[in-house]
């Protein structure tokens, strides 16, 4: 079943406005959350870690003061996506390690128009 | 860094059909995970494997991992329309805090 819950599964907005993107892992306490962001027919690349109580930490070419990283909570970590222009359009996964293995959220489509 | 080479890029065949799909690497992996995804919806982990040589079973699904621990293939028997969607390999990730690499995913459609 699943053990990492995403939400919201789509958003749209609009240009120059921030949206907040959730994950949640269920049941198990996550001091990392890892956000990767995945573009039509294409694998999944890593966007940034997310370390409970502390900074993320971002991959090269990702703009730290574009997805604000939270990651307040053991059971929590959030994605905001600030001032989305269209280019940002694009499907946003989380994934947490669980005892099983690395499990990741339903995604979160995001359309900016 | 890690990369991780997955082949076929892209498969389809009808149903009743195998196939086996490739996950290469120069590295070696501690241990390497296979999802499943179909569209919009994120990765369903079908399997994770750590020692090497080691074979696991799925129903339909059998996954290698190689002695040296840098290859991994998964080989389904007898495709259904069911399995169409996007295989993804990823190594890594063994603990809480190790991130996963992932293969660049293979796109499988089975036919009735």
């Known amino acids: 079943g699943a053990v990492v819950s995403q939400h919201p599964s789509w958003v749209i907005c609009k240009s120059g406005t921030s949206v907040k993107i959730e994950c949640r892992s269920l049941d198990f306490q996550a001091t990392t959350m890892f956000w990767y962001r995945q573009f039509p027919k294409q694998s999944l690349m890593l966007m940034a870690t997310?370390?409970?109580?502390?900074?993320?930490?971002?991959e090269q070419g990702v703009e730290k003061d574009k997805f604000l990283i939270n990651h307040a909570s053991l059971t929590l970590s959030t994605l905001t996506v600030t001032s989305a222009h269209p280019e940002d359009s694009s499907f946003y996964i989380c994934s947490a390690r669980e005892n099983r293995g690395p499990f990741f959220g339903q995604g979160t489509r995001l359309t900016v128009v | 860094t890690q990369l991780l080479e997955q082949s076929p890029q892209f498969l389809s065949i009808q149903e009743g059909e195998n196939l086996t799909v490739y996950c290469n690497s120069s590295?070696?992996?501690?241990?390497l995970q296979w999802y499943r995804q179909e569209p919009g919806e994120g990765p369903v982990l079908l399997v994770t494997v750590v020692t090497g040589g080691e074979v696991k079973k799925l129903k339909r699904l059998t996954f290698q991992f190689g002695d040296a621990r840098k290859d991994s293939s998964l080989h389904i028997t007898a495709a259904q329309t069911g399995d169409t969607g996007l295989y993804l390999c990823?190594?890594?990730?063994?603990?809480?805090?190790?991130?996963?690499?992932f293969g660049g995913g293979t796109r499988l459609m089975v036919k009735p």
């Open positions: 990823a190594g890594g990730g063994n603990n809480a805090g190790n991130m996963l690499t």
């Open positions: 590295s070696v992996f501690s241990s």
């Open positions: 997310s370390n409970e109580g502390s900074k993320a930490t971002y």
